[in-house]
Protein backbone atom coordinates (compact mmCIF):
# COMPACT_ATOMS: atom_id res chain seq x y z
CA UNK A 1 0.00 0.00 0.00
CA UNK A 2 1.13 3.29 -0.46
CA UNK A 3 1.18 6.06 2.14
CA UNK A 4 2.37 9.59 2.80
CA UNK A 5 3.60 10.90 5.51
CA UNK A 6 2.14 13.55 7.57
CA UNK A 7 5.80 15.48 7.54
CA UNK A 8 5.43 15.54 3.73
CA UNK A 9 2.31 16.85 3.89
CA UNK A 10 3.55 19.47 6.44
CA UNK A 11 6.51 20.32 4.17
CA UNK A 12 4.36 20.50 0.78
CA UNK A 13 1.93 22.56 2.07
CA UNK A 14 3.83 24.84 4.48
CA UNK A 15 1.99 24.20 7.04
CA UNK A 16 2.02 24.91 11.07
CA UNK A 17 2.72 22.79 13.27
CA UNK A 18 0.77 23.26 16.92
CA UNK A 19 2.04 21.05 18.64
CA UNK A 20 5.60 19.55 16.90
CA UNK A 21 6.24 17.19 19.81
CA UNK A 22 4.16 14.56 18.19
CA UNK A 23 5.71 12.35 16.08
CA UNK A 24 4.76 13.31 12.04
CA UNK A 25 6.93 10.82 11.03
CA UNK A 26 4.75 7.53 12.33
CA UNK A 27 1.29 8.95 10.83
CA UNK A 28 0.71 7.98 6.99
CA UNK A 29 -2.11 9.16 5.10
CA UNK A 30 -3.23 6.28 2.90
CA UNK A 31 -6.58 8.06 1.49
CA UNK A 32 -6.34 11.09 -1.47
CA UNK A 33 -9.21 13.01 0.35
CA UNK A 34 -9.93 15.13 3.35
CA UNK A 35 -13.13 15.54 5.21
CA UNK A 36 -14.69 18.51 6.93
CA UNK A 37 -15.70 17.23 10.14
CA UNK A 38 -18.95 19.48 10.33
CA UNK A 39 -21.36 16.68 10.82
CA UNK A 40 -19.33 14.60 13.08
CA UNK A 41 -19.15 18.01 15.68
CA UNK A 42 -22.93 18.15 15.46
CA UNK A 43 -22.60 14.40 16.77
CA UNK A 44 -23.71 12.83 13.69
CA UNK A 45 -20.51 9.88 13.46
CA UNK A 46 -22.07 7.70 11.50
CA UNK A 47 -20.25 6.82 8.03
CA UNK A 48 -17.13 9.29 9.48
CA UNK A 49 -14.63 9.07 7.26
CA UNK A 50 -11.77 8.77 9.63
CA UNK A 51 -9.00 8.06 7.51
CA UNK A 52 -9.15 11.45 5.80
CA UNK A 53 -7.41 14.45 6.43
CA UNK A 54 -9.63 16.68 8.67
CA UNK A 55 -9.83 20.08 8.09
CA UNK A 56 -11.77 22.54 9.64
CA UNK A 57 -12.49 25.66 8.32
CA UNK A 58 -14.28 28.73 9.12
CA UNK A 59 -18.13 27.47 9.16
CA UNK A 60 -16.82 24.45 11.50
CA UNK A 61 -14.78 27.31 13.97
CA UNK A 62 -17.95 29.14 14.32
CA UNK A 63 -19.60 26.58 15.03
CA UNK A 64 -17.85 25.33 17.96
CA UNK A 65 -18.42 28.54 19.43
CA UNK A 66 -22.05 27.90 19.38
CA UNK A 67 -21.43 24.90 21.60
CA UNK A 68 -21.73 24.78 25.49
CA UNK A 69 -17.74 23.77 26.96
CA UNK A 70 -19.54 20.33 28.05
CA UNK A 71 -21.05 19.34 24.07
CA UNK A 72 -17.66 20.92 23.10
CA UNK A 73 -15.35 18.19 25.13
CA UNK A 74 -17.40 15.40 24.33
CA UNK A 75 -17.51 15.91 20.44
CA UNK A 76 -13.76 16.56 20.26
CA UNK A 77 -13.47 14.06 22.39
CA UNK A 78 -15.11 11.56 20.04
CA UNK A 79 -13.39 13.23 17.21
CA UNK A 80 -9.69 12.77 17.99
CA UNK A 81 -10.42 9.57 19.44
CA UNK A 82 -11.64 7.92 16.15
CA UNK A 83 -7.79 6.89 15.00
CA UNK A 84 -7.88 9.99 12.45
CA UNK A 85 -4.68 10.88 10.80
CA UNK A 86 -4.23 14.50 11.97
CA UNK A 87 -6.40 17.69 12.06
CA UNK A 88 -6.06 20.59 9.82
CA UNK A 89 -7.11 24.27 10.65
CA UNK A 90 -7.42 26.59 7.58
CA UNK A 91 -7.42 30.54 7.28
CA UNK A 92 -4.71 30.67 10.27
CA UNK A 93 -7.40 30.37 12.31
CA UNK A 94 -6.17 28.94 15.95
CA UNK A 95 -7.24 25.96 17.39
CA UNK A 96 -8.72 26.32 20.98
CA UNK A 97 -6.56 25.17 23.95
CA UNK A 98 -9.52 22.34 24.60
CA UNK A 99 -8.35 21.10 20.99
CA UNK A 100 -4.97 21.29 21.53
CA UNK A 101 -4.59 19.40 24.83
CA UNK A 102 -6.56 16.46 23.46
CA UNK A 103 -4.65 16.15 20.44
CA UNK A 104 -1.74 15.88 22.78
CA UNK A 105 -3.77 13.43 24.98
CA UNK A 106 -4.29 11.03 21.53
CA UNK A 107 -1.18 12.01 19.94
CA UNK A 108 -3.11 13.52 16.75
CA UNK A 109 -1.13 16.19 14.53
CA UNK A 110 -2.77 19.69 15.16
CA UNK A 111 -1.80 21.71 12.02
CA UNK A 112 -2.95 25.02 10.81
CA UNK A 113 -2.40 26.59 7.03
CA UNK A 114 -2.75 30.09 6.23
CA UNK A 115 -4.89 29.31 2.94
CA UNK A 116 -8.81 29.81 2.41
CA UNK A 117 -10.29 26.56 3.07
CA UNK A 118 -11.46 25.93 -0.49
CA UNK A 119 -8.13 26.41 -2.01
CA UNK A 120 -6.35 24.13 0.76
CA UNK A 121 -8.59 21.29 0.01
CA UNK A 122 -8.09 21.33 -3.23
CA UNK A 123 -4.24 21.78 -2.88
CA UNK A 124 -4.43 18.92 -0.33
CA UNK A 125 -6.87 16.86 -2.33
CA UNK A 126 -4.29 17.26 -5.46
CA UNK A 127 -0.98 16.28 -4.19
CA UNK A 128 -2.97 13.61 -2.45
CA UNK A 129 -3.99 11.95 -5.53
CA UNK A 130 -0.59 12.33 -7.36
CA UNK A 131 1.19 11.33 -4.12
CA UNK A 132 -1.06 8.07 -3.58
CA UNK A 133 -1.59 7.51 -7.41
CA UNK A 134 -1.37 3.86 -8.11
CA UNK A 135 2.17 2.61 -9.56
CA UNK A 136 3.03 -0.60 -11.41
CA UNK A 137 6.47 -0.89 -13.30
CA UNK A 138 6.49 -1.94 -16.50
CA UNK A 139 9.50 -3.14 -19.33
CA UNK A 140 9.48 -0.54 -22.15
CA UNK A 141 11.46 2.87 -23.22
CA UNK A 142 9.35 5.96 -22.77
CA UNK A 143 10.07 8.77 -24.93
CA UNK A 144 8.20 12.27 -25.56
CA UNK A 145 8.03 12.91 -29.38
CA UNK A 146 6.65 16.07 -30.74
CA UNK A 147 4.98 16.91 -26.86
CA UNK A 148 3.25 13.22 -27.35
CA UNK A 149 4.45 10.79 -24.49
CA UNK A 150 5.38 7.64 -26.33
CA UNK A 151 5.53 4.24 -24.90
CA UNK A 152 7.83 1.94 -27.06
CA UNK A 153 7.17 -2.08 -25.39
CA UNK A 154 8.65 -4.88 -27.14
CA UNK A 155 10.69 -8.12 -25.91
CA UNK A 156 14.32 -7.93 -24.58
CA UNK A 157 16.51 -7.10 -28.20
CA UNK A 158 14.08 -5.73 -30.44
CA UNK A 159 15.94 -2.45 -30.65
CA UNK A 160 13.77 -0.35 -28.14
CA UNK A 161 16.45 1.39 -26.94
CA UNK A 162 18.18 1.94 -30.61
CA UNK A 163 14.47 3.41 -31.80
CA UNK A 164 15.18 5.81 -28.55
CA UNK A 165 18.28 6.54 -28.87
CA UNK A 166 17.82 7.67 -32.72
CA UNK A 167 14.81 9.54 -31.49
CA UNK A 168 16.93 11.88 -29.07
CA UNK A 169 19.14 12.16 -32.10
CA UNK A 170 16.23 13.55 -34.24
CA UNK A 171 15.73 16.14 -31.05
CA UNK A 172 12.78 14.14 -29.12
CA UNK A 173 13.34 13.53 -25.25
CA UNK A 174 14.25 10.72 -23.51
CA UNK A 175 11.98 9.96 -19.91
CA UNK A 176 13.37 6.71 -19.45
CA UNK A 177 14.63 3.67 -20.67
CA UNK A 178 14.34 0.07 -19.69
CA UNK A 179 12.05 0.18 -16.73
CA UNK A 180 8.82 2.70 -16.66
CA UNK A 181 7.03 3.83 -13.77
CA UNK A 182 3.43 4.15 -14.87
CA UNK A 183 1.47 6.33 -11.80
CA UNK A 184 -2.24 6.52 -12.76
CA UNK A 185 -3.13 9.86 -11.79
CA UNK A 186 -6.56 10.09 -12.97
CA UNK A 187 -9.26 7.92 -14.73
CA UNK A 188 -8.17 9.48 -17.60
CA UNK A 189 -3.92 10.27 -17.22
CA UNK A 190 -0.99 8.01 -16.46
CA UNK A 191 2.30 9.27 -15.92
CA UNK A 192 5.42 7.30 -16.69
CA UNK A 193 9.27 8.09 -14.80
CA UNK A 194 12.18 6.78 -14.45
CA UNK A 195 13.09 5.01 -11.55
CA UNK A 196 16.00 7.49 -9.64
CA UNK A 197 18.95 4.96 -10.20
CA UNK A 198 18.42 4.70 -13.70
CA UNK A 199 17.37 8.07 -14.95
CA UNK A 200 18.46 9.59 -18.20
CA UNK A 201 20.37 6.47 -18.29
CA UNK A 202 20.32 3.78 -21.69
CA UNK A 203 22.02 0.80 -22.49
CA UNK A 204 23.12 -0.29 -25.43
CA UNK A 205 24.19 -3.32 -26.41
CA UNK A 206 27.61 -4.35 -27.57
CA UNK A 207 28.87 -0.31 -26.10
CA UNK A 208 26.73 -0.24 -22.57
CA UNK A 209 25.43 2.52 -20.49
CA UNK A 210 25.55 5.74 -21.57
CA UNK A 211 24.25 8.71 -20.11
CA UNK A 212 21.97 10.58 -22.39
CA UNK A 213 21.86 13.88 -20.30
CA UNK A 214 25.59 14.24 -19.62
CA UNK A 215 25.92 13.35 -24.01
CA UNK A 216 22.99 14.90 -25.82
CA UNK A 217 22.56 17.78 -22.89
CA UNK A 218 19.32 18.60 -20.95
CA UNK A 219 17.46 19.39 -24.14
CA UNK A 220 17.21 15.43 -24.51
CA UNK A 221 15.71 14.47 -21.61
CA UNK A 222 12.93 14.61 -19.08
CA UNK A 223 11.68 13.53 -15.98
CA UNK A 224 8.05 12.64 -16.53
CA UNK A 225 5.59 12.85 -19.31
CA UNK A 226 2.16 11.67 -19.48
CA UNK A 227 1.85 8.69 -21.80
CA UNK A 228 -0.42 9.27 -24.99
CA UNK A 229 0.25 6.15 -26.76
CA UNK A 230 1.68 2.93 -26.82
CA UNK A 231 4.13 1.59 -29.34
CA UNK A 232 4.02 -2.50 -29.38
CA UNK A 233 7.65 -3.46 -31.57
CA UNK A 234 7.40 -7.35 -32.31
CA UNK A 235 9.25 -9.46 -35.32
CA UNK A 236 7.64 -9.55 -38.47
CA UNK A 237 4.82 -12.35 -38.83
CA UNK A 238 3.36 -13.18 -42.05
CA UNK A 239 0.40 -15.10 -40.77
CA UNK A 240 -0.63 -12.05 -38.38
CA UNK A 241 -2.76 -9.01 -39.81
CA UNK A 242 -1.32 -5.90 -39.59
CA UNK A 243 -3.67 -2.77 -39.44
CA UNK A 244 -3.49 -1.30 -42.95
CA UNK A 245 -5.86 1.75 -42.22
CA UNK A 246 -6.46 2.68 -39.04
CA UNK A 247 -9.82 3.50 -39.16
CA UNK A 248 -10.35 1.94 -35.67
CA UNK A 249 -8.36 2.63 -32.92
CA UNK A 250 -7.14 -0.81 -30.79
CA UNK A 251 -6.22 -0.30 -27.19
CA UNK A 252 -4.18 -1.66 -24.35
CA UNK A 253 -4.81 -1.24 -20.57
CA UNK A 254 -2.94 -0.08 -17.86
CA UNK A 255 -4.10 0.28 -14.40
CA UNK A 256 -7.38 0.07 -15.82
CA UNK A 257 -6.97 3.18 -17.74
CA UNK A 258 -7.02 2.47 -22.06
CA UNK A 259 -4.06 3.60 -24.02
CA UNK A 260 -3.60 3.56 -28.10
CA UNK A 261 -1.74 0.78 -29.25
CA UNK A 262 0.18 0.24 -32.62
CA UNK A 263 1.66 -3.02 -32.93
CA UNK A 264 4.30 -2.56 -35.18
CA UNK A 265 5.85 -5.25 -37.54
CA UNK A 266 9.92 -4.87 -37.65
CA UNK A 267 11.84 -6.38 -39.98
CA UNK A 268 15.70 -5.28 -40.89
CA UNK A 269 15.93 -1.97 -43.05
CA UNK A 270 12.85 -0.72 -41.49
CA UNK A 271 13.68 2.65 -39.85
CA UNK A 272 11.81 2.90 -36.53
CA UNK A 273 12.60 5.98 -35.41
CA UNK A 274 10.73 7.50 -38.48
CA UNK A 275 7.61 4.64 -37.61
CA UNK A 276 7.51 6.56 -34.59
CA UNK A 277 7.70 9.71 -35.05
CA UNK A 278 5.04 9.22 -37.80
CA UNK A 279 2.52 7.90 -35.21
CA UNK A 280 3.17 10.42 -32.82
CA UNK A 281 2.25 13.32 -35.14
CA UNK A 282 -0.50 11.27 -36.76
CA UNK A 283 -1.58 10.82 -33.20
CA UNK A 284 -1.69 14.34 -32.68
CA UNK A 285 -3.52 15.03 -35.92
CA UNK A 286 -6.22 12.58 -34.84
CA UNK A 287 -6.70 14.36 -31.04
CA UNK A 288 -7.18 18.08 -33.44
CA UNK A 289 -10.05 16.15 -35.53
CA UNK A 290 -8.39 15.55 -38.75
CA UNK A 291 -8.41 11.20 -39.23
CA UNK A 292 -6.23 10.99 -42.95
CA UNK A 293 -8.35 7.13 -43.00
CA UNK A 294 -11.34 8.50 -42.58
CA UNK A 295 -10.79 11.11 -45.45
CA UNK A 296 -9.43 8.47 -47.64
CA UNK A 297 -12.22 6.32 -46.76
CA UNK A 298 -15.19 9.50 -47.45
CA UNK A 299 -12.38 9.92 -50.81
CA UNK A 300 -13.62 6.71 -51.55
CA UNK A 301 -17.06 6.34 -50.83
CA UNK A 302 -17.70 9.61 -52.74
CA UNK A 303 -15.92 8.01 -55.88
CA UNK A 304 -18.06 5.25 -55.80
CA UNK A 305 -21.78 7.05 -55.24
CA UNK A 306 -20.98 9.82 -56.89
CA UNK A 307 -18.79 8.68 -59.98
CA UNK A 308 -16.91 11.26 -59.27
CA UNK A 309 -13.91 12.37 -61.97
CA UNK A 310 -10.79 10.05 -61.64
CA UNK A 311 -9.14 13.51 -61.98
CA UNK A 312 -10.30 14.75 -58.19
CA UNK B 1 5.31 -21.33 -15.91
CA UNK B 2 7.93 -21.84 -13.17
CA UNK B 3 7.73 -19.44 -9.94
CA UNK B 4 10.62 -19.80 -7.25
CA UNK B 5 11.39 -18.02 -4.39
CA UNK B 6 15.12 -17.62 -4.15
CA UNK B 7 17.32 -16.00 -1.12
CA UNK B 8 20.56 -14.24 -2.60
CA UNK B 9 23.37 -15.86 -1.70
CA UNK B 10 26.16 -13.78 -3.36
CA UNK B 11 28.14 -12.20 -0.78
CA UNK B 12 27.99 -8.47 -2.60
CA UNK B 13 24.10 -8.94 -3.07
CA UNK B 14 23.28 -7.55 -6.29
CA UNK B 15 25.88 -4.99 -7.55
CA UNK B 16 26.41 -4.04 -10.75
CA UNK B 17 28.51 -6.54 -12.21
CA UNK B 18 26.63 -9.52 -10.41
CA UNK B 19 23.54 -7.72 -12.01
CA UNK B 20 25.30 -7.97 -15.79
CA UNK B 21 26.46 -11.95 -15.07
CA UNK B 22 22.37 -12.16 -14.34
CA UNK B 23 21.27 -10.82 -17.22
CA UNK B 24 23.81 -12.77 -19.91
CA UNK B 25 22.60 -15.88 -18.09
CA UNK B 26 19.22 -15.11 -18.48
CA UNK B 27 19.55 -13.59 -22.05
CA UNK B 28 20.97 -17.01 -23.00
CA UNK B 29 17.45 -18.16 -22.76
CA UNK B 30 14.16 -18.02 -25.06
CA UNK B 31 11.98 -17.93 -22.14
CA UNK B 32 10.05 -14.98 -20.19
CA UNK B 33 12.16 -14.89 -17.02
CA UNK B 34 11.08 -12.03 -14.55
CA UNK B 35 12.06 -10.71 -10.74
CA UNK B 36 9.79 -9.56 -8.06
CA UNK B 37 10.42 -8.07 -5.45
CA UNK B 38 7.78 -5.81 -3.27
CA UNK B 39 5.78 -3.84 -5.42
CA UNK B 40 8.37 -3.95 -8.07
CA UNK B 41 8.48 -6.74 -11.12
CA UNK B 42 11.37 -6.45 -13.95
CA UNK B 43 12.23 -8.31 -16.53
CA UNK B 44 15.50 -10.32 -15.85
CA UNK B 45 16.89 -9.82 -19.25
CA UNK B 46 16.79 -6.10 -18.79
CA UNK B 47 19.78 -4.56 -16.95
CA UNK B 48 18.38 -1.54 -16.13
CA UNK B 49 15.53 -3.24 -14.73
CA UNK B 50 17.81 -5.21 -12.25
CA UNK B 51 19.91 -2.48 -11.31
CA UNK B 52 16.72 -0.76 -9.67
CA UNK B 53 16.07 -3.61 -7.11
CA UNK B 54 18.92 -2.46 -5.43
CA UNK B 55 19.30 -6.05 -3.32
CA UNK B 56 21.62 -7.06 -1.21
CA UNK B 57 22.79 -10.59 0.13
CA UNK B 58 20.35 -12.37 2.23
CA UNK B 59 17.08 -10.90 0.79
CA UNK B 60 14.78 -12.96 -1.17
CA UNK B 61 13.06 -12.70 -4.31
CA UNK B 62 10.66 -14.17 -6.30
CA UNK B 63 12.12 -15.48 -10.11
CA UNK B 64 9.68 -16.60 -12.62
CA UNK B 65 10.25 -17.90 -16.12
CA UNK B 66 7.93 -19.09 -18.93
CA UNK B 67 8.50 -20.54 -22.30
CA UNK B 68 10.18 -24.03 -23.61
CA UNK B 69 13.01 -24.04 -21.75
CA UNK B 70 12.11 -22.28 -18.48
CA UNK B 71 13.06 -25.02 -16.21
CA UNK B 72 16.82 -25.16 -17.87
CA UNK B 73 16.91 -21.43 -16.92
CA UNK B 74 15.00 -21.77 -13.76
CA UNK B 75 18.09 -24.05 -12.72
CA UNK B 76 20.94 -21.86 -13.93
CA UNK B 77 19.57 -18.73 -12.45
CA UNK B 78 18.74 -20.19 -9.11
CA UNK B 79 22.58 -22.00 -8.87
CA UNK B 80 24.18 -18.60 -9.78
CA UNK B 81 21.43 -16.27 -7.04
CA UNK B 82 22.51 -18.83 -4.61
CA UNK B 83 26.04 -18.56 -5.50
CA UNK B 84 26.89 -22.18 -5.98
CA UNK B 85 28.28 -21.48 -9.56
Known amino acids: MYGVTVTELIKKMSLKNILPEIDTDKVVLAHPDVNRPALQLAGFFDHFDRERVQIIGYVEQEYIKTLDPETKMERYDRLLCSDIPCVLYSRGQMPDEDMQNLCYHYQVPCLVSEKSTSELMAEVIRWLKVKLAPCISIHGVLVDVYGEGVLIMGESGIGKSEAALELIKRGHRLVTDDVVEIHKVSDETLVGRAPDITKHFIELRGIGIIDVKALFGVESVKDSQNIDMVIKLEDWDKDREYDRLGLEDQYTEFLGNKVVCHNIPIRPGRNLAIIVESAAVNHRQKKMGYNAAKELYNRVQANLGLGAPSSL | ?85
Do not use: C, F
Not at chain 2, 3 to 22: D, F, Q, Y
Open chain 2, 1 to 85: MLKKNVTIGLTSGLEVRPVAMLVQIASQYDSRIYVESGNARVNAKSIMGMMTLGMGAGETLVVSAEGDDEEAAMDEIEKYLVGTK
